[in-house]
């Protein structure tokens, strides 16, 4: 079982409408749960953190987490062209350590 | 400032070359971190440096070689390397969480073509 698992893609969404990203993770001892936005030949920016079950909200996106269920998802509200980005779910490891998974290429129909 | 800068953005090395890439932060943070991405794959960690020390080496060949001088600055010593390395080479820093990780902020990368 990959440590980060999320669903390639791509995720089509019409504009204005809600894009939901999901992503499970395989070790139990992992605290910090990190959704990172990347365009195509940029580096990834660091939209969203959660530590905690339930959910976190900033602006038009929602992460939630279910550890139980080793679970996290981030919600984008009002879709809109400049959302369309591969989304990069990342858990920390044991020790420093952040893994990334493969990404969910989203693309927002105007 | 809260950037994180590489240099250079780009770079095209041959086989025998050295050379080195650069990334310098100016938050505060004692966590620095060099990731490697193949295009269309996702970062790979290479290396950890906590308060200047090399903490974690993800078994990453010889040729390349980590150096933190200062708190501020992380380098990448490259040496002999191989067509295969061509990637875009990320330095992020983060603060030093107690337990928690907390999140990096990342450089804008150095495109590295080896030919």
């Known amino acids: 079982q990959k440590e980060v698992e999320q669903n390639s893609g791509p995720l089509s969404v019409p504009e204005g409408a809600i894009a939901s990203l999901n992503c499970t993770y395989s070790?139990?001892?992992?605290?910090?749960f990190f959704w990172y936005r990347q365009y195509s030949g940029k580096s990834p920016e660091l939209i969203m953190s959660?530590?905690?079950?339930g959910d976190k909200e900033d602006g038009r996106f929602t992460a939630q987490l279910n550890k139980a269920s080793q679970y996290v998802s981030l919600l984008i509200r009002d879709s809109q062209p400049s959302d369309s980005a591969t989304y990069l779910c990342?858990?920390?490891?044991?020790?420093?350590?952040?893994?990334f998974g493969k990404g969910t290429r989203l693309h927002i129909l105007p | 400032d809260t950037e994180v800068t590489q240099t250079p953005k780009h770079l095209v090395m041959g086989m025998t070359n050295k050379k080195s890439l650069k990334c310098e932060q100016h938050?505060?943070?004692?966590?620095m971190y060099w990731y490697k991405q193949k295009a269309k794959k996702p970062p790979e960690l290479m290396f950890v440096?906590?308060?200047?020390?090399?903490?974690i080496n993800e078994s990453v060949p010889s040729r390349f070689s980590p150096e933190c001088p200062n708190s501020s600055l992380l380098n990448l010593h490259l040496h002999a390397l191989q067509p295969e390395d061509s990637a875009l080479y990320l330095c992020a820093s983060s603060q030093e969480g107690t337990g928690v990780v907390l999140g990096y902020t990342f450089g804008s990368g150095t495109r590295l073509t080896v030919v």
């Open positions: 990342a858990v920390n490891r044991a020790g420093d350590k952040i893994i």
């Open positions: 938050m505060g943070h004692r966590a």
């Open positions: 070790d139990r001892g992992s605290q910090s």
């Open positions: 959660i530590y905690s079950n």
């Open positions: 440096y906590s308060y200047e020390k090399l903490s």
